[in-house]
């Protein structure tokens, strides 16, 4: 198999192309472009399985790379990456049939999560392990990234699943049972990792109270906020704070730890 790995800067191409072992994810063959022009081209000649492309680009973008490859209909997986957690970005990457799309800074195991969903077998070395017919399809990955972008860049607004279901244009029911089966984790379960995920971030790098915090992700109940909080970090935020400062207990700046 050919990856196709795309983006205007260097350095950005030399990461991605030595952040896995191409080979034993099953590419004999890994290919570079920077920019969207000579990827343009590269795409025409080789019809990669796999594009890898930064979505903002000079004149050819990579949602344009990711049209010509839906106008074409090659089968070439797309992976976007983008600097923007944006969800207009994700939206657009979802009319182009885009596989996945992660966002900046991208670690090795966001990666090799993101091949193993669309090329399954791919990080252990095996074959392409379904073909467009079988298993979940692209459209299904795509409208599970579109969905995990969303909640990213809203995670402090309505989250319900009729939310959800109108931001993407699916049914609800739908749209759990897919996230599900793409993911193998709740819905329900995302949002609340996400939302802690967050929650430790503020609580880390700023002085805002407990209470504040609850407030900026969308939570109304200090018991519940608690109990997901100890859930994920084992213990609860006020001892999460006190152990990311120091023991003197001074925090971000000159505040120190008052009565979060």
């Not at 966001?110 to 979940?136: C, F, H, N, V, Y």
């Not at 407030?215 to 213990?235: A, I, P, S």
């Amino acid at each position: 198999m050919t990856v196709l790995i795309v983006d205007d800067e260097t350095y950005m191409v030399e990461y991605m192309k030595n952040l896995v072992d191409w080979k034993a994810c099953g590419f004999d063959q890994v290919l570079t472009a920077k920019g969207g022009g000579l990827a343009r081209d590269l795409l025409a000649k080789y019809r990669p399985e796999l594009l890898i492309t930064d979505i903002k680009m000079p004149k050819i973008t990579g949602l344009d790379l990711s049209r010509l490859i839906d106008e074409n209909r090659y089968q070439t997986r797309v992976i976007i990456i983008s600097g923007y957690s944006d969800f207009e970005y994700a939206k657009q990457a979802l009319r182009y049939r885009v596989s996945e799309y992660l966002v900046k800074p991208v670690l090795r195991e966001d990666l090799e999560e993101a091949l193993e969903r669309i090329l399954p077998g791919s990080t252990k070395g095996g074959e392409r392990g379904e073909s467009e017919e079988q298993g979940p399809s692209r459209d299904k990955y795509a409208a599970v990234s579109s969905v995990k972008a969303y909640i990213h860049e809203n995670y402090s607004q309505d989250l319900s699943l009729d939310a959800l279901g109108d931001a993407v244009n699916l049914h609800p029911v739908y749209l759990s049972r897919i996230f599900k089966e793409v993911t193998d984790v709740n819905l329900s379960a995302y949002i609340a990792d996400v939302r802690m995920q967050k929650a430790a971030k503020l609580l880390d790098e700023t002085d805002l109270k407990v209470h504040e915090v609850m407030d900026k992700l969308g939570y109304r109940k200090r018991q519940h906020f608690t109990k997901l909080f100890k859930e994920k970090y084992g213990m609860t935020p006020k001892e999460y704070r006190m152990m990311k400062w120091n023991p003197q207990g001074t925090g971000p700046g000159n505040g120190g730890v008052k009565n979060k």
